[in-house]
């Protein structure tokens, strides 16, 4: 089993999670987009939240300033959430509005909070498990989603916080967090998610 967990690890990489709710809204958004549009905001958000955060990596990772793509050290992680945090706005600045995408507009607006935050918290020496941030704001936001769309998809909420508990279990196999930063990690990916959900719920 512990040779297993690891791979929770990358399966939910926060780089992962923008893709996989936008999937889940583009699903359960069947009246007001079509084909061709989910596609195209599907393959921006990629672009924009994996494609490109990748290509950094690379050139960061190739200039020595970091050293593996779990980004461990707290001095790694600052140039990192900062780049998110740039991509983020110029999603919900020019490509998934509020008036068009009201839903994963607020999402990714939860998501620049979260990782505002957890930038800010590295000046305090203080690391925040970026996986828990993001595996916990998926599980709010696909939960809001159900509620919203007023369907039944109890099974992937109960399996999204069963993966809550693997990818808890993976970072502590792993020895990439401690038992705090998990907490403060889940927590700074749910409360911003529950505070927006109020506004499009």
Same mark, same amino acid.
């Given at each position: 089993m512990k040779k297993l967990l690891p791979l929770f690890s990358y399966v939910f990489h926060p780089v992962f999670i923008p893709v996989y709710a936008t999937l889940y809204y583009l699903l359960l958004n069947n009246s007001n987009l079509g084909n061709q549009e989910k596609y195209?905001? %599907?393959? *921006?958000?990629?672009? $924009?939240?994996? +494609?490109?955060?990748l290509l950094f990596f690379f050139i960061l990772r190739y200039s020595g300033k970091?050293?593996?793509?779990?980004?461990?050290?707290?001095?790694?992680?600052?140039?990192?959430? %900062?780049? *998110?945090?740039?991509? $983020?706005?110029? +999603?919900?600045?020019h490509t998934i509005t509020v008036e068009r995408y009201i839903e994963l507009h607020f999402f990714l607006l939860g998501a620049l909070f979260s990782t505002l935050i957890a930038l800010l918290l590295l000046f305090v020496k203080k690391k925040a498990s970026l996986h828990m941030m993001g595996i916990s704001a998926l599980t709010l936001f696909a939960f809001g989603l159900t509620l919203h769309y007023k369907t039944q998809n109890i099974a992937l909420i109960l399996f999204l916080i069963l993966m809550n508990g693997f990818v808890a279990s993976s970072r502590l196999v792993m020895k990439a967090h401690t038992s705090t930063e998990l907490i403060i990690g889940v927590l700074l990916g749910s409360i911003p998610q529950i505070l927006l959900l109020f506004l499009w719920l």
């Open positions: 195209l905001v %599907l393959a *921006q958000i990629a672009i $924009i939240t994996i +494609l490109i955060p970091i050293g593996s793509i779990m980004a461990p050290a707290l001095s790694e992680r600052k140039l990192p959430l %900062l780049i *998110q945090c740039f991509l $983020i706005i110029l +999603l919900v600045r």
